[in-house]
């Protein structure tokens, strides 16, 4: 949830967040890559080894149907692949979230779509992006 709480203050830093009421104990991963396919095919096989429930996916609409098609032999009924919309709501033991960059940029509401994607996570959250750049300073 912190991470979610820095994306959206950078946006609008007068907005009044919820106070999270869970603490997991496993930092964030935030991964940089040069390669999308491999690193998020990796860090999802890895999130659903480290927790027993649902794992989300979350990709941009325009790569969701492309991302959930790298993950096609990952035979697993506990992954979801999902927009940054279609998260809203729903809650995953573990989540990974493919270049939060492009979901802030996805629309007008891209920033409060990308607070949501991160906060989706109860006890595991990874981002794997091309650059750093989205993730603003602890």
Do not use: C
């Amino acid at each position: 949830f912190e991470v979610a709480a820095r994306v959206i203050r950078r946006a609008e830093p007068g907005i009044s967040l919820p106070t999270a009421v869970r603490r997991a104990g496993m930092p964030p991963t935030h991964l940089t890559v040069s390669d999308l396919r491999p690193a998020v095919l990796s860090a999802v096989r890895e999130v659903l080894a480290e927790v027993e429930g649902t794992v989300g996916v979350v990709a941009t609409t325009a790569t969701r149907d492309e991302v959930a098609a790298w993950l096609t032999d990952v035979a697993e009924p506990r992954l979801q692949v999902v927009t940054g919309l279609d998260a809203k709501g729903m809650e995953y033991d573990g989540v990974v979230v493919v270049e939060p960059g492009a979901l802030a940029a996805e629309g007008t509401n891209g920033v409060r779509t990308l607070y949501v994607a991160l906060s989706r996570a109860t006890q595991r959250l990874t981002t794997v992006a091309t650059s750093g750049a989205w993730l603003p300073a602890a």
